[in-house]
């Protein structure tokens, strides 16, 4: 991987770090966020809901985009929405007496602009490499990228917080500029040759051909993306408000207490990204192990579920999340051509939003139950995905000649 290649993906990582941090770095704040504007734990867990519902709904229309009129040309407009969003989130809550539909609205603004810019990061990689292995250190990058966001987020939302209940909104558009400024000057989009534009007819059509020939172990991989991000999303909303109401961990503190699971499934996601290579059989024994390791850990903590067995617990099931996700990644990457890739892996990225979706609300329900119940879900989702891999993700399927596979242009 030469040097200008290098600055290439550095710019690229940018991307899903800030997007990343523009959601995750809310998550230590919704507590404060629900005493400020006087709402409930489910109200402000729809301040994260929104914003996925949205990218949910856009994300596979911004791949489209992507193929058929460049990465760049989707990505760079998107970044900058996704800043006006944040932008508008923060000027209601400081000017407006009662913000909170403003800030759902710049949430949704946020949403439009994270549809269009993280899910293209993984098929430009894919388009930048040729060998399969550059493609899986590629992604490992991203996706490292992608956890160090979550690593970082916690700490920094709560020192803003610390400040400003609403100072994490208005740094959303700081992290969006820099980040537009490295990929419009730093990114070079391989040339392609010039294809003919489809009709929304012939797209639709392509991509049924493709789930027809692919449809099983793609539809696998979208549910265990599901998942992961359901539960690690649903286990920081509860672990965020655990700390504060069982154990008076407040502000940075709290912040850094989050940060520790999230520093082991950057730094595990970060090893195995480089480990993986283009072994199809190891991808899928990585994920099998590493979905089970999160089922254990939340087995043992339904037992003991103490502060200190909590947070060790929590890292193993970071660990687990971890070294799962560039095996993901990189299996539909490499699976799919250069043509279709930005489209499936479009649709991969709105299922782990919906993970993000759920996660939060759902979880805000769970603990208004039974704070068991958070162990129960946590662990039984994750033995599901383990289910799914074994039954579904055949490495036969994946080696398939790609010449028979169809195209979308």
């Not at 294809?195 to 392509?206: G, S």
Request: hydrophobic letters at 55%; proline letters at 5%.
């Amino acid at each position: 991987m030469g040097a200008p290649k290098k600055l290439d993906l550095l710019a690229l990582s940018s991307v899903p770090l800030v997007m990343t941090l523009g959601n995750s770095m809310l998550i230590p704040v919704l507590p404060l966020i629900s005493k400020k504007l006087n709402i409930s734990a489910f109200q402000v867990s729809l301040i994260i809901t929104v914003y996925s519902i949205v990218a949910i709904i856009l994300i596979p229309i911004a791949g489209y985009l992507s193929d058929r009129f460049g990465r760049k040309i989707v990505m760079v407009p998107c970044l900058i929405i996704a800043g006006l969003g944040g932008a508008v989130s923060g000027w209601a809550s400081w000017k407006i007496e009662d913000p909170y539909i403003w800030i759902l609205i710049g949430r949704v603004l946020q949403g439009i602009g994270s549809a269009g810019a993280a899910p293209v990061v993984m098929p430009l990689v894919g388009d930048m490499f040729k060998s399969d292995e550059e493609i899986s250190a590629g992604l490992g990058l991203t996706e490292t990228a992608n956890t160090a966001g979550k690593v970082l987020s916690p700490i920094i939302g709560a020192a803003l917080a610390a400040f400003l209940w609403f100072l994490p909104f208005w740094f959303i558009p700081f992290f969006s500029l820099v980040s537009v400024l490295l990929v419009a000057f730093l990114v070079k989009v391989p040339k392609t040759k010039d294809k003919e534009v489809q009709t929304v007819k012939e797209f639709a059509h392509c991509v049924k051909g493709i789930f027809k020939e692919n449809g099983k172990w793609l539809f696998a991989i979208f549910a265990v993306g599901c998942i992961i991000m359901f539960v690690l999303f649903g286990i920081l909303f509860y672990l965020s408000d655990m700390l504060e109401k069982q154990y008076n961990i407040n502000g940075v503190k709290k912040g850094l207490v989050l940060a520790i699971p999230l520093l082991a499934l950057s730094v595990s996601s970060f090893i195995s990204g480089k480990k993986i290579g283009q072994n199809k059989n190891l991808m899928k024994t990585v994920i099998i192990a590493g979905m089970g390791l999160v089922a254990i850990s939340f087995i043992a903590l339904r037992v003991q579920h103490t502060l200190i067995f909590l947070i060790s617990f929590l890292v193993l099931t970071g660990i687990g999340i971890g070294i799962t996700l560039p095996s993901l990644d990189a299996l539909i990457t490499e699976g799919i051509e250069k043509e279709e890739r930005g489209t499936i892996t479009s649709i991969y990225s709105a299922m782990r939003f919906i993970g993000v979706a759920a996660g939060p609300p759902v979880y805000s329900y769970l603990m208004s139950v039974s704070e068991h119940l958070v162990y129960y879900i946590s662990a039984g989702s994750s033995v599901i995905a383990v289910m799914v891999v074994l039954l579904f993700i055949q490495v036969k399927d994946l080696e398939k000649d790609p010449k028979q596979m169809p195209k979308l242009a």
